[in-house]
T-cell receptor, first 111, second 114 residues
Framework: DAGITQSPRYKITETGRQVTLMCHQTWSHSYMFWYRQDLGHGLRLIYYSAAADITDKGEVPDGYVVSRSKTENFPLTLESATRSQTSVYFC??????????FGQGTRLTVV | QKEVEQNSGPLSVPEGAIASLNCTYSDRVSQSFFWYRQYSGKSPELIMSIYSNGDKEDGRFTAQLNKASQYVSLLIRDSQPSDSATYLCAVGKDYGGSQGNLIFGKGTKLSVKP
């Protein structure tokens, strides 16, 4: 199916565990993004990528790692999950100058 | 100063009224501007994009851009209860070191009362 998909949709993990959230897009968009959304904070950029093997930090990158070996995939890894990383995570993609399209979101709970 | 600022609301309007949502941005080189609507528990979805100064109309929605004042607005005419959602303003950084980045405001929560 065309579009942008995230997996899993829901995840519960324990403090200290490593967690990877997946994002896949079928449009060959150059730019991909990871945002987290928390009440009162809106969408905050964690990392973005301009192309394969090119990534850059956003507003809240601490505790997260990204990679982009292929244009269509942009996984986000929490190296050692903390309770403060409980959030809804959105992946998005766009071409330069265009609107961004969002995945369905991943609701992550760290206990 | 935040790069993209919006009043968090909530903004409450009666059904049938005009809802006016505002957004200011700090980076003068921004060239692309977007309004998204987000229902509770859902992903943001695009309502309008605007790239040039002036107004752009699409059905009940009108986006207004004033680059000199670094100001973007969204007007919703004949507001309906189904318009109740959070509206997110986004600004594209299409030049320079952060080229391609898309920065969002915190969003304005709109409530349309029947």
């Amino acid at each position: 199916d065309a579009g942008i998909t995230q997996s899993p949709r829901y995840k519960i993990t324990e403090t200290g565990r490593q967690v990877t959230l997946m994002c896949h897009q079928t449009w060959s968009h150059s730019y991909m993004f990871w945002y987290r959304q928390d009440l009162g904070h809106g969408l905050r950029l964690i990392y973005y990528s301009a192309a394969a093997d090119i990534t850059d930090k956003g507003e809240v990158p601490d505790g997260y790692v990204v990679s982009r070996s292929k244009t269509e995939n942009f996984p986000l890894t929490l190296e050692s999950a903390t309770r403060s990383q409980t959030s809804v995570y959105f992946c998005a993609s766009r071409t330069g100058g265009s609107e961004a399209f969002f995945g369905q979101g991943t609701r992550l709970t760290v206990v | 100063q935040k790069e993209v600022e919006q009043n968090s609301g909530p903004l409450s309007v009666p059904e049938g009224a005009i809802a006016s949502l505002n957004c200011t941005y700090s980076d003068r080189v921004s060239q692309s501007f977007f309004w998204y609507r987000q229902y509770s528990g859902k992903s943001p979805e695009l309502i309008m994009s605007i790239y040039s100064n002036g107004d752009k109309e699409d059905g009940r929605f009108t986006a207004q851009l004033n680059k000199a004042s670094q100001y973007v607005s969204l007007l919703i005419r004949d507001s309906q209860p189904s318009d109740s959602a959070t509206y997110l303003c986004a600004v594209g950084k299409d030049y320079g070191g952060s080229q391609g980045n898309l920065i969002f405001g915190k969003g304005t929560k709109l409530s349309v009362k029947p």
